[in-house]
């Protein structure tokens, strides 16, 4: 059984960092794609960054140059670190694996961990 659990939300005023982790039980980690969402009050849940097993990246247009997605495979470990947080950074943020090496934009995690809360104050 796969599971997922996050932690390193909070509040933080705009212009600051945080950064997130997932851990990961039950799979192989390596072998597997990772991702964090998030989704805000009234909005549908987004794609903020995916990496994959070979370690190459999607980051969504919004956050780009300002959070950065990574892996440790030996600790089972998913990491986004997220510098220069803006008021409209604020969501529950969702760690999720994927049942594939590789993925793509559009491709459906299979996992999902139960989120940990960002709020950015401006």
């Known amino acids: 059984q796969v599971q997922l659990v996050e932690s390193g939300g909070g509040l933080v005023q705009a212009g600051g960092s945080l950064r997130l982790s997932c851990a990961a039980s039950?799979?192989?980690?390596?072998?597997?794609?990772m991702g964090w969402y998030r989704q805000a009050p009234g909005k549908e849940r987004e794609l903020v960054a995916n990496?994959?097993?070979?370690?190459?990246?999607y980051y969504a247009d919004s956050v780009k140059g300002r959070f950065t997605i990574s892996r440790d495979n030996g600790k089972n470990t998913l990491y986004l670190q997220m510098n220069s947080l803006k008021p409209e950074d604020t969501a529950m943020y969702y760690c999720?694996?994927?049942?594939?090496?590789?993925?793509?934009?559009?491709?459906?995690?299979?996992?999902w961990g139960q989120g940990t809360q960002v709020t950015v104050s401006s």
């Open positions: 999720a694996a994927y049942r594939r090496p590789q993925v793509v934009v559009t491709t459906t995690p299979q996992y």
């Open positions: 990496i994959n097993s070979g370690f190459s990246t």
């Open positions: 039950g799979t192989i980690f390596r072998l597997n794609a």
